[in-house]
């Protein structure tokens, strides 16, 4: 398993868990700033969809932070899509892993 891959997945979740724990209209400016992050760091480690939709979730609730026009839910199929792309991330990275150690074991 790459750890830091792994860590990195879990950083995204945590994001995602406080936008979703305190609402769209009042993600924190350290949300939003974490999220430029992982978008970065997910284009370096090839993970161009979270790259790209936590660059599209930061600039949509950014924008709307101050704002009081209707609510429109733009951001909240990229929100879903994103969790669930993480999601099977994990369990891709868990399923690999433990699929060698099975093989390091059976060589052994």
């Not at 932070?65 to 879903?80: L, M, S, W």
Request: overall charge negative; hydrophobic content about 35%.
């Amino acid at each position: 398993m790459n750890p830091k891959i792994y860590q990195l997945l879990l950083e995204m979740k945590e994001v995602l868990t406080d936008i979703f724990q305190s609402g769209m209209f009042s993600v924190h400016d350290t949300t939003i700033e974490k999220m430029k992050e992982l978008a970065s760091l997910s284009s370096q480690y090839g993970l161009a969809f979270a790259g790209n939709s936590f660059t599209s979730l930061a600039q949509i609730l950014e924008g709307q932070r101050h704002t009081i026009k209707e609510y429109d839910g733009e951001a909240i199929p990229i929100f879903c899509k994103l969790n669930q792309y993480i999601n099977v991330c994990i369990k891709k990275v868990e399923y690999d892993d433990a699929r060698n150690n099975m093989i390091r074991k059976e060589e052994e």
